[in-house]
């Protein structure tokens, strides 16, 4: 068990877990790429008894399964991520300065701003990166769960 500080890791899905690109057939149907590097972290981060949950605006079935197979819970269609992400830490008895988040873009700035740590991929928008206190080096959809294992591993959740 790691000595970490994090009881609670929150993921942005498009941006973070994908590389914020979807394919969409010429049915509507939408597909997106995620890394297995990202399972693996994802599964890693687990044993250190951490929870971890995804916040996605979009409301989408490829989110729905990519959450199912990582066996992690998913909020979809949330337009206030901050609000969603409080009722979580509350109604789950999680001091929100224990949560980290993973986000890439402006609809993630308000959940970022009240948790204990936050982190982002090396391609975020500008305005997250200034707020985070880790821009990772992965961008998004090329292993930055992966990563972030790493990074908690060697620094302990700081």
Known sequence: MGNHNIKLLVYDFD???TDNKVYVDQKGNEMVQVNRADGLGVSEIKKLGIEQIIISTEKNTV???RAAKLGIPCLQGVDNKKAALMDYCKK???DIQKAAYVGNDINDKDAME????TYSPADAHESI???S???LRTKGGHGVIRELLDFIIEKKGV
């Open 133 to 135: 206190d880790q821009v």
């Open 63 to 65: 989110v729905t399964f």
């Open 114 to 117: 009240i948790v204990g740590f």
């Open 129 to 131: 990166k200034a707020i």
């Open 92 to 94: 789950n008895d999680i």
């Open 15 to 17: 941006g973070v877990m």
